[in-house]
C-alpha cells in the first residue's frame, strides 16, 4: 500500500494559479494510474485528471485546458497545475493512485478561490 500526501493548496483570487503535489512513500513507476479529484461542501466527490503509467492523461470537461497533471517518477511525485482558478473550484483537492492492489487516497489538501 502507498501513502500519498498533498501540499499545496491555499488561498487564491480568481484567475490565479497553484501547483498541488501528491508525494508518494514509495516508487510510483509501476503504479497503473495516479489522478486527482476534489470534493466541494455539500458535493460528491468529482474526478478531475489522471495520468498513466505511460503518461497518457485525461480530464474532466471542468478542467479541460486550465488543469495539467503530470508526474515525476524519479522524485515519487504527481502534481497537478491549476490555471485561471474560478470560485467554483474551491474545494479539497485528494490526490490518489489505482492499481491492481486497489485505490490509495491522500489526505487532501483545500483549496480556496476568492472573487
Do not use: H
Amino acid at each position: 500500500q502507498v501513502q500519498l500526501v498533498e501540499s499545496g493548496g491555499g488561498l487564491v483570487q480568481a484567475g490565479g494559479s497553484l501547483r498541488l503535489s501528491c508525494a508518494a512513500s514509495r516508487n510510483i513507476f509501476m503504479i497503473n494510474y495516479m489522478g486527482w479529484s476534489r470534493q466541494a461542501p455539500v458535493s460528491q466527490r468529482e474526478f478531475l485528471a489522471s495520468i498513466s503509467r505511460d503518461g497518457v492523461t485525461n480530464y474532466a470537461d471542468s478542467v479541460k485546458g486550465r488543469f495539467t497533471i503530470s508526474r515525476d517518477n524519479a522524485n515519487n511525485t504527481v502534481y497537478l497545475q491549476t490555471n485561471s482558478l474560478k470560485p467554483e473550484d474551491t474545494a479539497i483537492y485528494y490526490c490518489y493512485s489505482a492499481g491492481p492492489q486497489g485505490v490509495n487516497w491522500g489526505q487532501g489538501t483545500q483549496v480556496t478561490v476568492s472573487s
